[in-house]
């Protein structure tokens, strides 16, 4: 299972309606420039939403033509039509741009699973296309799951990271491995809800106190959630 990094890429969304409005989502959320091409008589209103909302849509109100490939980086169709959405792929194909068929798994280069967001934490759940529907309830499931403060508490560490590589930059070598230890020391140490409330002048203690002298502060010591 890949991730595949989408900002400022160009998405072609053949379709307007509820499966599509989803897929634009995805897409958006993910940084991606979005072109939707659809005949407005057949958009949700989800889909609509999303192009009056948001300027990185470019629509057009008909139906597919063979231009719309046109420097495509991705498409996506979500029509009725299964001949039409093949011959679509087809073109894809021998262009070599990644597809994704709408319930017509054969045809797909690539699945949409059931995802999680907090934040910088991202999960996904796929089924590989043969049942979304488990794919959501195993989400849910997960989601409950989730430790209190997960995605802050990740974005916090990571925060925390960049300070320390400043502090002790390199790859490689001794004093990178030692940054390594020391940063699973913490996370092994701490609970996700206590790194999730770290300042900015509690991590520069932490670095201060705690890496300088090869030790990792507890959360009381910092006077986390006091």
Request: with cysteine.
């Amino acid at each position: 299972m890949i991730a595949w990094q989408l900002r400022d890429k160009r998405v072609l969304v053949v379709g307007g309606g509820d499966v599509a409005s989803g897929r634009i989502g995805h897409v958006l959320a993910a940084g991606a420039e979005v072109t939707v091409v659809s005949p407005r008589a057949g958009l949700h209103p989800a889909t609509k939403q999303h192009i009056d909302a948001s300027d990185r849509i470019t629509y057009h109100d008909r139906t597919f033509v063979a231009a719309d490939l046109d420097g495509a980086d991705m498409v996506l169709t979500a029509i009725d039509d299964v001949a039409v959405s093949r011959a679509i792929a087809a073109q894809c194909r021998a262009l070599r741009i990644p597809v994704n068929v709408a319930d017509d798994p054969p045809c797909c280069d690539f699945y949409f699973g059931s995802q999680i967001r907090q934040g910088p934490l991202q999960i996904m759940i796929s089924t590989n296309g043969r049942g979304p529907k488990l794919a959501n309830i195993i989400r849910r499931r997960i989601e409950e799951s989730l430790p209190r403060g997960a995605g802050e508490a990740i974005e916090k560490v990571g925060r925390l990271r960049e300070k320390l590589k400043e502090r002790a930059p390199g790859v490689g070598g001794d004093v990178s491995r030692r940054r390594m230890r020391w940063m699973v020391d913490l996370c092994t140490a701490w609970e996700m809800d206590e790194l999730a409330l770290l300042s900015e002048e509690q991590m520069e203690r932490m670095l201060d106190e705690g890496w300088e002298k090869d030790s990792v502060l507890s959360p009381e010591a910092l006077g986390v959630g006091s």
